[in-house]
């Protein structure tokens, strides 16, 4: 396929964009989903104060999130008397979106504030519906400054409009099992792992190899260093380069997937991965019988295995990954064009996505990292965390965060990430040679979205 073959034209770009979100309503996501204090502090406090006199007071607002904890943001706000009150709706991840774009088409239906997943994001910047923050009543421009840069991008129309204010975030990087390493003989202590792996230190997807081929001989071939390496190893040198497949116009496949699907696998050959798939019951099985000592994950993983792998609390540690910080994940929260009180909608959001106060009152009791970057100046991001063994983890990820590579979101990722993903499975399952593979699923994603548009 030649360059040109690669590159959409614009008029074809367009005419993709314009004939709207059939791509993005495609299943299957993968989703859930040192900062100068002083300085920091203040800049998180302009958001936190009353809405100015005037505006319209005791109003009813409906905010739409996926996850109950919702109600943590709708209950603290509630508590300031601010001029309204906000009702969560704990809608299913696909209503929140699907939903939402009928509420659009039908002229009637969508919330006050509505939450949007990283992987859905693009379809909603390539569309109306949403109000531009940047726009009267809003002035959400201000805030561009502190937040982590790739999530504005995500959330910011090719026009320059921002449509979806970034909320959370998903700094990864590799985490290990300080007690199974230490058990094998291997280096435990973070700083230690970090000088064998870790970017920050100069090392590559092949150093990573090393420890893995250390872990694999020093317990006989019972531990692997990781579940799944189309998960661990190809998941996170793919996000390395940016979240989706779109570059502007030009599609991104072979150009961002080869060398991961390379990568992944050589790992696999290697018997460097346990061979688990991620997610089920197997995968929990391998956890618990200690049958891999790390993965390759962003930080709301520590929710799940807080619950479901208590066992595990205080035998983590983290460290960057090989090569550069990537993020895995995160979510916005947007105000649709339909709201009735969107003064007091922004009011809300902006104290939600905005002020140190609204992103700590839903980061402290659930681990949904903030985008918002004065957040971190709290002191409780420098506290030793007791999950991870006493590591002081949150600083980790706030490093990694203001690292990671920016590129735009499109309506079709997901598209193209349901064809990659089938060829990956052809990769690890049956040996297709991965350059081919990343050729197969440009082609494919390319007709695919032609067709889309027909």
């Not at 919330?111 to 726009?135: M, V, Y």
């Amino acid at each position: 396929m030649s360059t040109n073959d690669k590159a959409l034209s614009r008029r074809r770009f367009l005419r993709f964009a314009a004939a709207g979100l059939g791509a993005a309503s495609v299943a299957g996501v993968l989703a859930a989903c040192g900062a100068k204090k002083s300085e920091d502090a203040a800049a998180g406090t302009e958001a936190t104060k009353a809405p100015e006199e005037g505006k319209k007071a005791n109003v009813e607002l409906t905010f739409w999130w996926w996850d109950g904890n919702g109600q943590i943001w709708a209950d603290a706000y509630n508590k300031l008397n601010r001029g309204a009150t906000v009702k969560f709706v704990n809608t299913p991840f696909a209503d929140s979106h699907d939903k939402l774009l009928t509420s659009f088409a039908s002229g009637t239906g969508a919330p006050d504030i509505a939450s949007l997943e990283i992987g859905r994001i693009g379809g909603f910047t390539a569309k109306g519906g949403l109000a531009d923050l940047k726009s009267a009543p809003f002035d959400g421009g201000k805030y561009e400054k502190d937040m982590v840069k790739y999530k504005w991008t995500q959330g910011s129309t090719t026009d320059g409009r921002l449509v979806a204010m970034p909320w959370d975030i998903g700094p990864a990087g590799v985490w290990y099992r300080a007690d199974i390493m230490e058990k094998l003989g291997l280096p435990s202590k973070p700083e230690e792992v970090e000088a064998l792996i870790s970017h920050t230190k100069g090392k590559k997807w092949e150093d990573f190899f090393a420890l893995s081929q250390q872990v694999k001989e020093k317990s006989g071939g019972k531990v692997k260093m990781v579940a799944d390496a189309a998960t661990d190893v190809y998941g996170g040198a793919l996000r390395q380069g940016g979240e989706g497949y779109f570059e502007g116009m030009k599609l991104m496949i072979e150009e961002k997937a080869t060398r991961p699907a390379q990568l992944a696998a050589d790992y696999r050959k290697q018997e460097l991965d346990a061979n688990i798939g991620w997610w089920g019951a197997d995968w929990a099985a391998g956890v618990k019988n200690d049958a891999f000592a790390g993965m390759v994950i962003a930080c709301w993983m520590q929710g799940g295995l807080t619950k479901d792998q208590p066992q595990t609390i205080g035998k983590w540690r983290v460290v960057p990954a090989p090569e550069a910080s990537y993020n895995w994940g995160g979510s916005f929260c947007a105000i649709p064009e339909q709201s009735k009180n969107p003064e007091m909608a922004w009011d809300f959001l902006t104290w939600a996505c905005c002020s140190a106060e609204g992103q700590n009152a839903m980061f402290t009791p659930t681990g949904v990292f903030p985008a918002y970057k004065p957040a971190w100046a709290d002191p409780l991001y420098d506290a030793p965390q007791d999950f991870f063994g006493g590591q002081r983890t949150f600083r980790v990820w706030g490093d990694i965060a203001d690292n990671v590579a920016s590129i735009s979101r499109s309506p079709y990722d997901l598209q193209a990430d349901d064809i990659v993903n089938a060829e990956m499975a052809k990769v690890m399952k049956e040996g297709k040679d991965p350059v081919q593979a990343m050729k197969d699923a440009e082609a494919a994603a390319i007709k695919a979205i032609e067709g889309s548009t027909n």
